[in-house]
């Protein structure tokens, strides 16, 4: 496949070369004068250009690429590739021309009445073109630029929706509601007050699930609002087993993040560790400054059946990643799981609209 590509951009390009040479030559020669196409001077004149307009392509194709990796083609970079571009090309185009001008004129066999006014002449050819193509391959790759950020948008919206339902699935999930219900029917018999209030706090759960279900941000007040009454059924289920503290310092209701992102990791933090009353999980919800939330636990890795495959903190990543350049990090060291979220502005949808168009 890659050479087949490869073979097909070389054959296209060494078309535009032979048209463009046909077209210099025509202009420069009379079009009765064919035999002009097979003497020394055409010879090398194709050859030449030939080689020059391979040179040119391939070290441009060289820094758009670079330039992709580096994160895409904007009007500063182009200028940048085009000066880069031409600053090589340029001089290999005057030696080139020199040396056949002047010292090997006559090795080659090229004829020419005034040496001097040819190279300047040559020279100049070579820049005009090579600058056309260097605009038209650039223009080429914007486009193509252009049609693969389109495409990963749309990929990512199918994504978002896809991790939408399957986030809401695994929240009010068959499992838990029993669990829940379980819990509920220990404490009618030991304690009714504090089962009216586990009922209050489930019943706010599933119906903060249920209203922002199609939300893939939600204020980080709300959040932690909903992660308290969570977070209490937690400590009722589990009691001295799972503790469960938050720390967040800092004017919630000013930043969002992914809906359900936090519960999420309490959830995995409790699926994939041991935990009893002798040795507790330690699960911490804490804030960096104003710039992110941390969540920490203490490991004590359960064996499970299937192996797991992150598809929560995968699913929180590909979320971010539609409003940020800042990551997700995932950290295990030293008996500790953390995971650091990125806390996003409140006006972070428009201003990621104004970014893509």
């Not at 010879?43 to 820094?63: G, H, V």
């Not at 080659?108 to 190279?119: H, N, R, S, W």
């Not at 104003?290 to 990543?317: F, H, P």
Request: with cysteine; aromatic share 12%; proline share 2%.
């Amino acid at each position: 496949m890659f050479k087949s590509k490869a073979v097909k951009k070389f054959v296209f390009r060494w078309m535009v070369v032979n048209v463009v040479y046909l077209m210099v030559k025509l202009t420069i020669d009379h079009e009765e004068e064919m035999e002009s196409f097979f003497t020394a001077t055409s010879a090398f004149y194709y050859f030449s250009a030939f080689f020059l307009f391979m040179l040119t392509w391939e070290i441009n194709d060289w820094l758009l690429r670079r330039q992709k990796r580096k994160g895409g083609l904007d009007f500063k970079s182009s200028l940048r590739i085009l000066g880069k571009t031409m600053a090589i090309s340029l001089p290999m185009s005057a030696l080139v021309y020199y040396l056949a001008l002047f010292p090997f004129r006559e090795t080659i066999g090229i004829v020419c009445v005034d040496p001097a006014l040819e190279f300047r002449t040559d020279f100049l050819r070579a820049a005009l073109l090579g600058a056309t193509v260097i605009f038209f391959n650039m223009f080429h790759f914007s486009m193509n630029q252009r049609d693969e950020m389109k495409q990963q948008m749309e990929d990512l919206k199918k994504e978002m929706m896809a991790s939408r339902y399957t986030s809401l699935r695994s929240q009010i999930s068959p499992h838990f509601l029993f669990n829940s219900l379980n819990t509920l029917t220990s404490l009618m018999y030991e304690d009714r007050d504090l089962a009216s209030d586990f009922v209050t706090r489930l019943a706010s759960s599933y119906r903060y699930i249920l209203d922002t279900g199609e939300e893939d941000l939600i204020s980080l007040e709300k959040e932690l609002n909903f992660l308290d009454s969570f977070v209490f059924m937690m400590n009722v289920r589990h009691k001295d087993a799972v503790i469960i503290k938050t720390d967040v310092d800092l004017p919630s209701e000013k930043y969002q993040i992914p809906t359900l992102s936090l519960q999420m990791l309490v959830e995995n933090a409790l699926k994939h560790n041991h935990y009893s009353k002798e040795r507790p999980l330690h699960i911490s919800i804490s804030s960096i400054g104003n710039e992110a939330l941390v969540i920490k636990n203490n490991l004590r890795k359960r064996i499970l059946k299937e192996e797991t495959t992150q598809v929560g903190l995968k699913n929180i990543k590909k979320r971010y990643a539609h409003y940020t350049n800042k990551l997700v990090l995932v950290r295990e060291e030293d008996g500790i799981f953390e995971v650091i979220l990125p806390l996003l502005a409140k006006d972070v949808k428009e201003l990621n609209l104004l970014s893509v168009s």
